[in-house]
């Protein structure tokens, strides 16, 4: 099955996702997406960074396709975000003291 394949049958046919894209690893292309989800390599790259350094994903957020989403919990294995609204997310921001 190729990876187009695997977006549109696996991911989003299972009704469970219903928005999917796969990247390669280093975050440099491109495999597969879902129609309409236009995620950047920008944004990919900005997440894998978090990855290595989640600071800044708690700090900032990180954006899917555009949109901005609010970090939740960030690890060398797994990155959680949710939407927010942008006043909660500036409440949460300015509430936080990065040392």
């Known amino acids: 099955m190729s990876w187009q394949g695997w977006v549109d049958q696996t991911l989003v046919g299972s009704k469970k996702v219903d928005k999917a894209a796969i990247f390669s690893a280093a975050g440099d292309a491109l495999l597969a997406t879902s129609a309409g989800f236009n995620v950047q390599l920008e944004e990919v790259q900005y ?4 990855f290595e350094d989640s600071i800044p994903l708690y700090s900032g957020g990180l954006y899917v396709a555009g949109e901005r989403l609010m970090v939740t919990k960030a690890d060398d294995r797994s990155i959680y975000a949710e939407k927010c609204n942008p006043e909660k997310l500036q409440a949460l921001l300015d509430s936080w003291q990065i040392i």
């Open 47 to 50: 997440m894998l960074r978090g």
